[in-house]
């Protein structure tokens, strides 16, 4: 199995978009990029715009060649209606996404109906996610049962992913925001898989959205996870690389992966790579140069 982040917080953009070869197929996971539209008081920098089409670029030339897309749940990181991304990539492909009916809130319900739409005169298949298993030769697609967007409901619902090809497995948490409650650990925990992909405590957050009981239940569980990982790589990235000191508010989680020979690195650092999470230095950028950068969109979904 080979496994490439291809756009992540650590890589400049909002994203998890990941892509998964095994010998069977090709697999794309979230296949989107966005950018936080206001960041210190500030609308993205003409950088971080200009990173964006760099990596939407990527995630299109993998979408192209992907065999079966999945999708998550419905925000604009992690699917992408035609946006930046054309929906003729889909075609041929076999699309497993989040049910767009059930465990949905309204405006993710909204932008699934537009979604499908949009991409049914070009894919082979839609098939609904939610709690399914697919197989494909030796290689098994497993679905969690939708968990809720971080610490409740209000931000809808998202699917966790676990690809098993029979030698190898990698388990994508989606928009976990930790994870920080039973149920999102409890799909992690049965499967046990040899590489896991999570979006981290919304630590950026804390004390606004996210409380220190809220991260402490989350160090807890990583620590779980991390005492029955198959595998020794853990990558921690998305939401918690938004948060500049975000190595200091979880050094208990790095410092007991260190005692059990468990790597916890970002998507940059997984391909050998330096960290830039352009969106944290959005301040910095414009003090450099004020240059607002401008997202042309292909629609207005």
Request: glycine share 4%.
């Amino acid at each position: 199995m080979k496994i490439r982040p291809l756009a992540f917080d650590s890589l400049g953009v909002r994203s998890q978009s990941t892509f998964i070869q095994t010998r069977d197929l090709n697999i794309h996971i979230d296949p989107a990029v966005a950018l936080a539209p206001r960041r210190f008081g500030l609308p993205p920098h003409r950088i971080e715009v200009e990173r964006l089409y760099e990596l939407a670029s990527i995630v299109e030339e993998h979408l192209r060649d992907s065999d079966v897309v999945i999708i998550t749940h419905y925000h604009y990181d992690h699917h992408d209606p035609g946006r930046i991304i054309p929906v003729e990539n889909y075609k041929g492909k076999i699309v497993i996404l989040k049910n767009p009916l059930e465990k949905i809130n309204v405006s993710q319900k909204i932008r699934a109906s537009r979604f499908i739409k949009r991409i049914s005169s070009y894919a082979q298949k839609v098939e609904i996610a939610d709690s399914k298993k697919y197989v494909f030769g030796e290689t098994k697609i497993y679905f969690s049962e939708p968990v809720p967007h971080g610490i409740d409901d209000k931000l809808g619902y998202v699917v966790e992913v676990l690809i098993d090809d029979g030698e190898e497995s990698v388990l994508y948490t989606s928009d976990v925001e930790g994870p920080v409650l039973k149920e999102q650990t409890s799909f992690i925990l049965k499967h046990r898989p040899d590489l896991l992909i999570v979006d981290g405590p919304l630590t950026y957050m804390l004390g606004y959205r996210f409380s220190v009981k809220d991260l402490n239940v989350s160090i807890k569980y990583l620590k779980n996870i991390i005492d029955v990982m198959t595998g020794k790589v853990v990558i921690l990235d998305h939401h918690v690389l938004r948060d500049r000191d975000y190595k200091e508010k979880l050094s208990e989680v790095y410092s007991y992966a260190k005692a059990r020979k468990v790597s916890v690195l970002s998507a940059a650092e997984f391909l050998g790579k330096q960290v830039d999470v352009l969106e944290v230095k959005r301040r910095e950028l414009y003090e450099k140069e004020y240059a607002p950068g401008k997202i042309l969109f292909r629609n207005n979904a």
